[in-house]
């Protein structure tokens, strides 16, 4: 077997012995990422990390401040400071390129810009937030099956979030979301596209509370937000 696999059960095993050190779980989520990504071999499904694990991970990871950007995703860890001039806000991905943390000084260079992927928080949302966690994987191969109750296909990148909030904040969270339909999975004919989000708990991709979303030619992309 090639070394990646080996690599690849290697991080596997290390996120799910559970550490406690927020630097190696992101580091160890990031490079799992890349190693599923640019493998060729089937692996065992034993040593694939679910859906509801990615998120576990991404959320397990607090009081840090980190950046982990690669040619296969972006990882975000950053605390928030309230008072602060520039906020973190969301991050978006190139692909072939990586990826760039969005905040309150750069917000309009990014969405004028050819990003595959981006996510953006909307200022109002950040209120009682102490940390954001955000990964955007390039090529979401743990996604692409996850869900085959309908005729619907994934089409884009995906966006994984978590947000610490103080326990006195009840602000609901409204995020926009900017998606290129990625060429291996253009239908090449014409397609309705929907933002959803996986619902762990039904298994299913779920588009409530989701706007429908609007073809902006002028970047190849589409636009919506979900709250």
């Not at 990615?54 to 980190?66: C, F, M, P, R, V």
């Not at 390129?97 to 909307?122: E, K, L, P």
């Not at 940390?131 to 309908?150: A, E, F, G």
């Not at 103080?166 to 900017?178: E, R």
Request: net charge neutral; charged share 15%.
């Amino acid at each position: 077997m090639e070394l990646i696999y080996w690599t690849m059960i290697t991080a596997v095993n290390t996120l799910r012995n559970n550490p406690t050190n927020s630097t190696v779980v992101a580091k160890t989520l990031s490079q799992y990422i890349s190693l599923i990504s640019n493998s060729n071999s089937t692996l065992n499904q034993t040593y694939k990390l679910t859906a509801n694990e990615i998120d576990t991970y991404l959320a397990n990871i607090t009081n840090i401040n980190l950046i982990i950007n690669t040619t296969d995703s972006i990882l975000v860890a950053q605390q928030l400071n309230q008072r602060g001039n520039v906020m973190v806000l969301g991050a978006s991905f190139t692909r072939g390129i990586g990826g760039q943390v969005i905040n309150t000084a750069n917000t309009d260079n990014i969405t004028n810009s050819f990003s595959s992927a981006a996510a953006i928080i909307s200022n109002q949302s950040i209120t009682g937030v102490m940390s954001l966690n955000m990964l955007i994987i390039d090529k979401p191969t743990t996604y692409k099956d996850l869900d085959k109750s309908s005729d619907r296909f994934l089409a884009s990148s995906v966006i994984v979030v978590a947000l610490h909030r103080d326990d006195s904040a009840s602000t609901p969270t409204n995020i926009s979301l900017y998606f290129q339909v990625l060429n291996e999975y253009d239908p090449n004919r014409v397609a309705q596209y929907y933002c959803s989000f996986y619902d762990t708990t039904s298994s299913k991709w779920n588009e409530s509370g989701c706007t429908i979303p609007k073809n902006n030619t002028a970047f190849n992309r589409y636009e919506c937000s979900c709250n």
